[in-house]
């Protein structure tokens, strides 16, 4: 094997930028669909304050994009993706569909999730063939009434189909997920093609490598959420060069993270370019990883969704900032009518507030506009910043 190229941390981190479709010539052209394959995975997720996280992904890279495209990208007729378990629920290209079926036999294999497989499973699939596309609603409701995972015989067999692939998710209602047979809704040329787990996992590392730009070994089995026994797959294809990834050492990177791997094409230019400054959803492929984000950017970020309110320290749905190729802080947004409320702004050690000012003014009067408001309303920064973005707003 050749000695490993080495970039330096700030090189590294530009590569990941421009592979995350933040930087460069190409990074905005063919919009929300490009961004999804260039991506990989855009996770999905039930939480919504200024818009939920799938159409946050999409405005971070390419700005103030039609609501409305965004969802086409992700679903649409024919289908141009689909749903499933990646890093965690997915919206994935649907030309990806074959690349699963290591994870729909596991999960097989199985015969349990979250819950034991009910016996009504050929029931709702006889009616999802009959019937046509449904949702939760027209096979007797999601929920038993008790807290969110008492989820009824109905959702869990229909889950359990969707887990297994007879059934699949290339469409939404609202927010509800739309069923329908894979055979109707994957194209044939798809569904036809059959590959070992060993194929997938090669398959989809190199789709992972080229998305994160530079990554480790851990980077690649979280961006896969990867078993022992698929990682050791990964692990071999990997030292084979089947995934077409090569390996490079990263200095300044913690030792044990020092040896990552890259796509070649993405080592032959340097990365140029600017972009605006933006705010990120806590579940955006470029911090979606908490030890990769602190490795990369220096920033550790915690997401409080879940923590009791008096516990939090940052805020509900604390997002990132990102600026010049940076995380320089934290905004905890949420709307009030027309208005776009700053909970709290906190930058990091040694960002200057003056400095920082007037690009977070720009992305928060920008975020404001996207989602309809037409005032911000800072409640809770350090009183520099505060004033100097009050200046910055005028």
Request: hydrophobic share 45%; net charge positive; glycine share 8%.
């Amino acid at each position: 094997m050749t000695t490993p190229l080495t970039l330096s941390a700030d090189e590294a981190r530009r590569i990941i930028l421009r592979a995350q479709g933040f930087l460069g010539a190409d990074a905005r052209r063919g919009g929300a669909p490009a961004t999804l394959r260039r991506l990989g995975a855009v996770q999905l997720d039930t939480i919504s304050v200024l818009a939920r996280s799938h159409e946050l992904v999409a405005y971070a890279r390419l700005g103030a994009v039609g609501r409305r495209k965004v969802e086409l990208a992700y679903w649409d007729d024919p289908a141009r993706a689909f749903e499933y378990w990646c890093h965690a629920a997915c919206v994935l290209p649907i030309e990806d569909w074959p690349l699963y079926a290591f994870r729909r036999r596991a999960f097989r294999e199985r015969r349990y999730r979250w819950h034991e497989v009910p016996p009504t499973v050929d029931t709702i699939l006889e009616r999802v063939r009959e019937s046509g596309p449904v949702t939760t609603a027209d096979i007797g409701g999601a929920k038993n009434g008790g807290p969110w995972w008492d989820w009824s015989d109905s959702k869990i067999a229909i889950e359990w189909l969707l887990d297994t692939g007879a059934v699949v998710c290339t469409r939404r209602v609202g927010w509800r997920r739309v069923y329908d047979l894979a055979e109707r809704a994957v194209p044939g040329h798809l569904l036809g093609e059959d590959l070992t787990d060993a194929e997938c996992v090669t398959r989809l590392a190199g789709i992972a490598g080229r998305a994160l730009g530079v990554a480790t070994r851990a980077d690649l089995v979280d961006f896969l959420r990867l078993n022992a026994s698929h990682a050791a797959l990964m692990d071999a294809a990997l030292l084979d060069g089947a995934t077409g990834l090569v390996p490079v050492r990263v200095s300044g990177w913690p030792d044990r993270s020092a040896t990552a791997w890259a796509d070649p094409a993405a080592l032959e230019t340097v990365p140029r370019g600017r972009h605006r400054t933006t705010l990120l959803s806590p579940f955006d492929s470029l911090i979606w990883d908490r030890a990769r984000t602190a490795r990369v950017f220096g920033f550790n970020h915690r997401l409080e969704a879940y923590v009791p309110k008096a516990k939090r320290v940052h805020g509900y749905f604390t997002m990132p900032v990102l600026t010049g190729g940076r995380l320089i802080g934290r905004v905890d947004p949420a709307r009030e009518g027309s208005t776009l409320v700053a909970r709290q702004i906190g930058l990091e050690p040694g960002v200057s507030p003056h400095k920082a000012a007037e690009p977070l003014a720009e992305a928060l009067a920008e975020a404001a506009s996207w989602v309809g408001c037409d005032t911000v309303r800072i409640e809770r920064a350090d009183p520099a910043l505060h004033e100097a973005l009050t200046s910055a707003m005028r």
